[in-house]
């Protein structure tokens, strides 16, 4: 490691700065807009167009250990849950908002801002290991933390075809740097820990020191309780790379694969646990069981990150074309294939694989890219190009995010007098219990209050369709008799119901009116 630091001179560590904090301007605007743009009598709930689902979990994590819970729980399901489950990431940012007294969104976003100059620094590092010309380290940093797809210039066919709407660079936040440091701080850590695990795996290999190994170990270790499912990317990386050293050389490098066997031992207690969790926790299980996220064709991905296949592409054909196999150019080459492999395999986790496929396309691609660069001699179309041609998604993300911004869009933002319920059920319910409200309340409740929810996400809630078709068509509706509804919340152990409007016809329900507002009522279902 520091025979690559010595290589990397004041100068570029000044660079990577100045670039950091622009990076944390442009991804940090929109919110702040958001927050200075509140429609009268309304609260910013921290969310943007980008996945708003997801944050209000991470939040509800944040909530938890607030509260003084370190093992989590699925708030968005009302089922009894034996056994928390421990996540160091989230662990982390609710530690960071309990020291500092930070609302949920207000830790989540600052630690996702902190997060992002580690981010820069970690990928920069990873990109001066495989060039060595300061200049062309700076034009990939460009490459890697800005570039997206074509999907903006595809959004518009939504209407026609959903297959061009959903480009991965329109909806996986992880698909590349850009997104995840625009959406969430644990994507973010996600990221810097799979960057320094392969640049010690690297390492171990060059210097053949035992010590990189064993840190990747311990990192991977650490990284695999948050986010196991990479544990597949980051071995499949080392099995290709070294498959295709054995047909090169003709032999098996076991220096190499040594390496590979102290950091697969170290980090498997982390799986071997996940894999305990969801034998042990029924709940967990189905959970997991309800984890799809597909994708419907490869192009989608090929959209979701446009001219850089092409940039690759020419890369790739000119390393084979040379038959000079470059080990740093092979090692990109197996990571661009396993994770292309892992997406293409049909499994319930594709769109997770695409992380980090951003960066052996962006390296691979900037050799090109930058002949091009220095041909062309005019920065200012330069950076046209770029904007138009390989980051237009990015800045579509943005000005969509601000649009709805500036027109109040309810979506964002949460009318104070059901923050304040939500608040009061916090501070006067000290008892955890499960909320029945409707269905977009019960996405923020466990954010505000330390309670579960009967339905709020697919994922999240178990047999969400069928939760949400009772919310949304059966329960709320004043035909369905008080004996229906007592059983109903009898039988799925239903603490509070939560009415956006006074409810007229409570008759002889057994509910108990605990907090009354203008048009927000809690009730507590007082049972036998």
């Not at 409200?437 to 579960?452: M, N, R, V």
């Amino acid at each position: 490691m520091k025979e690559l630091l010595a290589t990397i001179s004041k100068r570029e560590w000044a660079y990577v700065l100045f670039f950091s904090l622009a990076v944390v301007v442009i991804v940090t605007f929109p919110y702040i807009f958001a927050y200075f743009n509140v429609p009268p009598g309304t609260v910013y709930n921290g969310l943007h167009s980008l996945s708003p689902g997801d944050p209000p979990i991470y939040f509800s994590y944040i909530n938890q250990v607030k509260t003084g819970d370190y093992l989590f729980e699925d708030y968005f399901t009302s089922e009894n849950q034996e056994i928390g489950f421990f996540n160091i990431s989230w662990l982390i940012v609710g530690l960071f908002a309990k020291i500092f007294i930070f609302t949920p969104a207000l830790a989540f976003h600052v630690f996702r801002i902190l997060l992002i100059p580690a981010l820069i620094v970690v990928s920069y590092l990873l990109i001066a290991y495989f060039f060595k010309e300061t200049n062309q380290r700076k034009f990939t940093l460009i490459i890697l933390a800005l570039s997206s797809g074509l999907g903006f210039y595809f959004a518009p066919l939504a209407e026609i075809s959903q297959y061009y709407f959903h480009s991965t660079d329109l909806w996986v936040a992880e698909s590349n740097l850009f997104l995840t440091m625009y959406q969430s701080p644990h994507f973010i850590m996600s990221y810097i820990m799979m960057f320094l695990i392969i640049l010690l795996i690297l390492l171990s290999f060059d210097h053949n020191k035992f010590r990189y190994s064993i840190i990747a170990g311990i990192l991977a270790l650490i990284y695999f309780n948050f986010h196991p499912f990479y544990f597949l990317t980051i071995f499949l990386i080392l099995s290709l790379y070294l498959l295709a050293l054995f047909i090169q050389n003709k032999k098996i490098g076991w220096q190499k694969v040594s390496h590979v066997a102290i950091i697969f031992v170290i980090s498997l207690p982390s799986i071997f646990y996940h894999i305990w969790l969801i034998k042990t926790v029924p709940v967990l299980y189905t959970r997991a069981t309800q984890n799809i996220v597909v994708l419907d064709s490869l192009w989608i991905i090929i959209l979701g990150y446009g001219l850089l296949w092409l940039f690759s592409g020419f890369t790739i054909y000119k390393l084979i074309k040379s038959n000079k196999y470059d080990e740093k150019k092979l090692f990109l080459v197996a990571w661009l294939a396993a994770i292309l492999l892992l997406v293409v395999i049909p499994t319930q986790f594709q769109s997770r694989f695409l992380q980090s496929l951003i960066f052996p396309l962006a390296v691979l691609a900037c050799t090109p890219l930058y002949l091009l660069y220095k041909k062309l001699n005019n920065k200012l179309l330069a950076v046209v190009l770029f904007l138009l041609l390989i980051a237009p998604t990015n800045l579509f993300v943005i000005a969509k995010d601000i649009y709805y911004f500036s027109n109040g869009n309810s979506n964002f933002y949460l009318p104070d007098e059901k923050v304040e319920a939500w608040r009061w059920l916090d501070q006067y319910i000290p008892d955890k219990g499960v909320v029945l409200a409707p269905l977009f309340d019960s996405l923020f409740i466990p954010a505000y209050a330390d309670q579960k929810v009967y339905a709020a996400h697919e994922i999240e809630t178990l047999y969400f369709k069928n939760n949400k078709k009772i919310l949304n068509q059966w329960f709320y509706l004043s035909k369905v008799s008080c004996e229906q509804k007592d059983s109903f919340l009898e039988r799925n152990k239903i603490n509070y119901v939560i009415f956006n409007k006074k409810e007229n016809d409570i008759g002889q329900c057994r509910l108990k009116e605990i907090y009354n507002q203008e048009n927000i009522s809690i009730y507590q279902f007082v049972g036998n």
